[in-house]
């Protein structure tokens, strides 16, 4: 079976420019998370989409983030303009359900913004 | 006060020894609980779930204690390859939110 899908892999941009990250879930997993996890912490969630609605984005910088699940499948995530603070790793990850059960995490995109 | 407090370590410990990491948290409402392993540079993977009856899984063993809010990991016979960062789990309703995790060192 094939795992969660990201790329890309590593970005470096400067700052106050744009970056999207992709990801492709599992197949047949109807959520689907974002995390941003900063050196020396733990993932914290950014967004989490139940098919191609949105349940929770409490912790996302809506000023600068947005992310998008149109048909129930891949996911983009962008950052516009982006800040020094920015970098991290971006992981994507899903389950087949939201509630309880585990999450399968791709790769994540490293992201260094200078 | 963080919801999800984890002793970050690291615990450096030799081959063979056991060990046992905590993690408490705050709000009683928190209803599911997995202990997560990542790996240097790598992604988080699920190692086990934690139940109230404490569940153990070869080596590990997983604790949940709800009246003083706090689960336990507990590893015997460490190997070189349990060296890894241990995020603790918490879910309560649809939010998931991870500890920061606590770093093991197994030596030779």
């Known amino acids: 079976e094939a795992g969660v899908a990201q790329s890309p892999r590593y970005k470096i941009i400067e700052k106050r420019q744009s970056v999207a990250f992709w990801c492709n879930p599992i197949s047949g997993h109807a959520t689907l998370y974002w995390y941003q996890q900063i050196l020396g912490q733990g993932p914290k969630l950014l967004i989490q989409?139940?098919?191609?609605?949105?349940?929770?984005d409490s912790q996302l910088p809506k000023d600068r983030f947005s992310a998008e699940r149109l048909k129930g499948v891949d996911s983009t995530l962008k950052i516009q303009p982006a800040k020094l603070e920015d970098s991290a790793v971006y992981l994507c990850?899903?389950?087949?359900?939201?509630?309880?059960?585990?999450?399968?995490f791709g790769p994540g995109t490293r992201l260094l913004v200078l | 006060r963080k919801e999800v407090e984890q002793d970050p370590g690291p615990f450096n410990v030799p081959e063979g020894a056991t060990v046992a990491f905590n993690c408490t948290y705050s709000?009683?409402?928190?209803?599911?609980f997995f202990w997560y392993r990542q790996d240097c540079r790598k992604e988080p993977k699920l190692l086990m779930s934690?139940?109230?009856s404490g569940n153990e899984d070869g080596r590990f063993t997983a604790q949940l204690n709800r009246a003083s809010q706090y689960i336990s990991l507990l590893i015997r016979d460490s190997k070189l390859s349990d060296s890894a960062t241990y995020l603790c789990v918490l879910k309560r309703g649809f939010k998931t939110i991870f500890g920061a995790g606590t770093r093991l060192f197994v030596k030779a």
């Open positions: 990850a899903s389950s087949l359900e939201g509630t309880g059960e585990t999450q399968y």
């Open positions: 989409f139940q098919n191609n609605g949105v349940v929770d």
């Open positions: 709000n009683s409402a928190s209803q599911s």
């Open positions: 934690v139940y109230s």
